[in-house]
């Protein structure tokens, strides 16, 4: 999934207020943040093959320690663990450890079945990619119940904060969208590259959003 990780963001917003924005879409991306570092790095494999699904021509062909539930379930229990001793509460570190472990769960949704249990062990996946209306009725229900939420939780400020949250919600879902219809990646370097940037862009931007907005008491 793509917009639906960041509707697991907005989302989570209503659930625990007091974690920030940037922190929300950062954990909900997370293990799509790891994905490039350890396809550079040469641990993971992914190939592009056009018609693999027919949502996305890649073949993810090894992404255990990026996106097994075994280790998704580590990462979101470190990434929790650093959120509590920030903020001073336990229950901030369950909601984010949740939201990191929630990418696999979206993920195995939307893949085929190569979605790995742990490494080395089975793969699952439910396969929504196989159908783009599908995909696109699925994952944009979950944008705008998403957005909903996160707009009940924390109304604009100013037009800043309308547009700020608009432009993010616009940009996301033109990739989105996009993705089925666009020429294969050139490289495999060219999709880390692009995922590396995404985890550069979308937290700060999430945290300007923020900025603008406010608690609804």
């Known amino acids: 999934m793509f917009v639906g990780h960041l509707a697991a963001a907005l989302g989570a917003k209503r659930v625990e207020p007091r974690l920030p924005l940037a922190a929300l879409v950062a954990a909900a991306f997370g293990l799509d943040l ?4 350890f396809l550079l790095a040469g641990v993971e494999v992914v190939r592009i093959d ?3 699904t027919a949502f996305t021509p890649l073949d993810f062909v090894s992404y255990p320690w990026s996106h097994s539930l075994l280790l998704a379930a580590g ?17 901030t570190g369950v909601v984010l ?23 080395g062990g089975p793969v699952a996946g439910l396969g ?19 957005l909903a939420l996160y707009i009940g939780t924390a109304p604009a400020r100013d037009a800043t904060g309308r547009w700020a949250l608009a432009g993010l919600v616009a940009v996301a879902s033109v990739i ?9 990646p050139p490289s495999v370097q060219a999709i880390a590259v692009v995922c590396l940037a995404m985890g550069v ?14 608690l609804r008491a």
Request: hydrophobic share 55%.
């Open 176 to 184: 989105w969208i996009s993705g089925p219809y666009s020429p294969p």
């Open 34 to 37: 790891l994905w490039p570092i």
């Open 128 to 146: 929504l990619w196989n159908s783009v209306p599908a995909t696109f009725a699925v994952e944009g229900a979950l944008l705008v119940a998403g």
């Open 97 to 119: 450890a949740a939201l990191v472990v929630s990418h696999w769960v979206l993920d195995f949704v939307s893949h085929r079945p190569d979605m790995p249990i742990w490494p």
């Open 201 to 214: 862009v979308f937290p700060p931007w999430a945290h300007w959003i923020e900025r603008h907005r406010r």
């Open 50 to 52: 056009p018609g693999n």
């Open 75 to 91: 990462w979101g229990a470190l990434a929790g663990w650093v959120a509590a001793r920030r903020l001073g509460a336990a229950r």
